[in-house]
């Protein structure tokens, strides 16, 4: 027997248009950098989301599934393609603008883009790839920028808004199947070539309604959220989904995500959430202690993409900044965990632990922990396994071009069609998630497993590190041992044997996992998406680049 209920497809075009009738009053604002910010209602963004779509198709050629690529920071015009592709039935598909040249290329070529809309200031890092972007028939240029290096390629180039000035701000917008492709964004590939996610209308719609849970984000449009994470890194998180759905005012600060216009912004404009990578945050709270400013506004932080330091969550306590740690990946839409304490624990000692963990699954993600041997694994807190996950909104298989079968790697997919995320963790009895490692970051010394994340926290603890990694490194009597690289505060003393001591203090860290080999380092290499890059420090060691001691 089925259900008597109306069978809605739950589209992005659905969220286009209610963000816009019902939320039209809410602004999206983008930091300019010195001149006045620009800002547009959801009104506007809306309609010109529908010229964007006019132009596409009429002046374009857009049609079908054709794939749309953008080139862009976070701004409201990147804001409109993230709305005007999906409706019209096409895909859009973010470019990571950090990534090296030869795999950008490769991505376009291996997406078949047709159009790529470009921000005037990413141009220089366009033009040269774009000989070898043998599918782009259209480049459309959105702002300021010199366009000369474009000439003579194989594309047409267009101005953006130029294209959608006398475009019609209606669209008889597609009917969609929920399951068509809406959206793609490709892993950022530190193995093998990228993957390419494809995100379902459904999947977003659904990911969006978690987003704005209460036990998520839970914002009204009375908030306004600055959205550091790039548009390019996972949908922005979902961010301008989930908060056109609900009205809540976006601040978007395109290029300038360097912590002293951040701290300038958060003054002028005074968003009351904010979501970005710790690296992020950690340059925020150098600049507000060098130069304090009025931040008080912001009282909601949003900490994922990589483990939040326990030091980091203090300070920003301190500073009345709220921060809620979230675990996801490109795969995972990304939302996968929130670090949301239950109710018996809020105002106790151990609130604190709990908003440490990666966080809580939502109804919708299922999660199983697997052992080295394939076994399953108890949610006690203790035993730590692969972290595999299930749910609508989770990636089954990375996309193979669109004639040939979608692949799943037996190394990222079961048998039975969970998503391995790589992540090595236990749960709690009640679904919190703690993450002790990436798969391949774990050290494993004599046999046991010692968790590189665990000895970077306890390390950037210490007032004198301002960051910590610590890899594994060959050692012949136990097969793997850490090496810690360290970098050091402006004008710290602190020697490695210091840092020994107070990692060995109340037994923070157990005697046999304590470094002996130490090395100062200028800055921790990152990659594309912020994320301490440890194949960076690890080929760094191999190659004896590193003055490492041992102590
Ligand atoms: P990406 O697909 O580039 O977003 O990377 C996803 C990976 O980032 C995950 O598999 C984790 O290894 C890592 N990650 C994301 N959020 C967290 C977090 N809160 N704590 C620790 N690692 C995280």
Redesign the pocket.
């Known amino acids: 027997m089925f259900s008597t209920m109306q069978d809605v497809p739950l589209t992005v075009t659905r969220i286009l248009n209610h963000g816009m009738r019902l939320h039209g009053s809410s602004h999206l604002t983008t930091w300019r950098g010195g001149g006045e910010p620009q800002r547009r209602s959801f009104a506007e963004v809306g309609c010109r989301a529908f010229q964007l779509a006019n132009a596409l198709r009429d002046e374009l050629g857009v049609q079908g599934a054709d794939r749309v690529a953008t080139l862009m920071w976070n701004n409201a015009e990147h804001v409109e393609a993230y709305f005007a592709i999906p409706a019209m039935g096409a895909v859009l598909h973010t470019l990571n603008l950090r990534l090296p040249a030869e795999q950008l290329a490769w991505i376009v070529n291996h997406a078949a883009d047709r159009v790529i809309i470009v921000d005037g200031s990413l141009i220089p890092l366009l033009a040269p790839l774009l000989p070898h972007l043998k599918t782009v028939e259209h480049v459309v240029v959105s702002g300021p920028g010199d366009r000369s290096p474009l000439e003579g390629a194989h594309a047409r180039v267009h101005d953006y808004e130029e294209l959608i000035a006398d475009c019609p701000t209606t669209f008889d917008w597609p009917e969609i199947d929920e399951r068509q492709a809406a959206a793609m964004c490709y892993?950022?590939g530190t193995t093998g070539d990228p993957k390419g996610v494809v995100y379902s209308h459904r999947s977003i719609y659904l990911h969006s309604m978690q987003v704005n849970m209460t036990q998520s984000m839970g914002l009204t449009d009375q908030d306004t959220t600055l959205i550091v994470v790039p548009q390019f890194?996972?949908n922005a998180w979902g961010l301008p989904h989930a908060l056109f759905m609900t009205g809540v005012n976006m601040l978007m600060p395109d290029r300038f995500l360097q912590p002293a216009p951040l701290a300038e912004m958060i003054e002028a404009e005074r968003p009351t959430h904010a979501a970005a990578v710790p690296t992020i945050w950690q340059g925020l709270l150098a600049e507000l202690t060098a130069k304090p400013r009025d931040v008080s506004s912001l009282t909601q932080v949003t900490i994922?993409?990589?483990?939040?330091p326990p030091a980091l969550m203090e300070a920003f306590d301190k500073l009345g900044m709220r921060v809620c740690?979230?675990?996801?990946?490109?795969?995972t839409s990304?939302l996968g965990t929130v670090s949301r304490p239950p109710a018996e624990v809020v105002g106790t000692e151990r609130e604190f632990a709990y908003r440490l963990t990666?966080g809580r699954f939502p109804a919708s993600v299922e999660a199983r922990l697997t052992g080295p041997g394939g076994e399953r694994l108890p949610w006690d807190g203790e035993s730590a396994g692969e972290l595999e996950v299930r749910g609508p909104w989770i990636a089954g298989a990375y996309y193979n071009g669109p004639d040939r079968e979608p692949l799943r790697p037996a190394d990222k997919f079961s048998e039975d069609g969970w998503l391995k995320?790589?992540?090595v963790g236990t749960i709690s009895a009640d679904g919190f998630l703690t993450?002790t490692d990436?798969a391949k970051d774990v050290i494993k010394s004599g046999g046991e497993w010692i968790s590189s994340v665990e000895l970077e926290n306890a390390l950037m603890s210490h007032p004198d590190v301002a960051e910590a990694a610590v890899v594994a490194v060959p050692d012949d009597k136990w097969g793997e041992r850490p090496l810690a690289t360290v970098v050091l505060k402006d004008g710290s003393t602190a020697d490695f044997e210091t840092l020994r001591t107070f990692l060995a203090a109340e037994g923070k860290i157990a005697k046999w996992q304590l470094p002996e080999r130490w090395t100062v380092i200028e800055s921790v290499p990152k990659t594309s998406?912020g994320?301490f890059d440890k194949k960076v420090l690890r080929r760094r060691y191999a190659d004896g680049d590193l003055d490492v001691t041992r102590l």
């Open positions: 892993t950022s890194h996972v994922g993409g990589s483990a939040c740690h979230a675990w996801g990946m490109t795969e990304p990666q995320t790589g992540d993450l990436r998406v994320k």
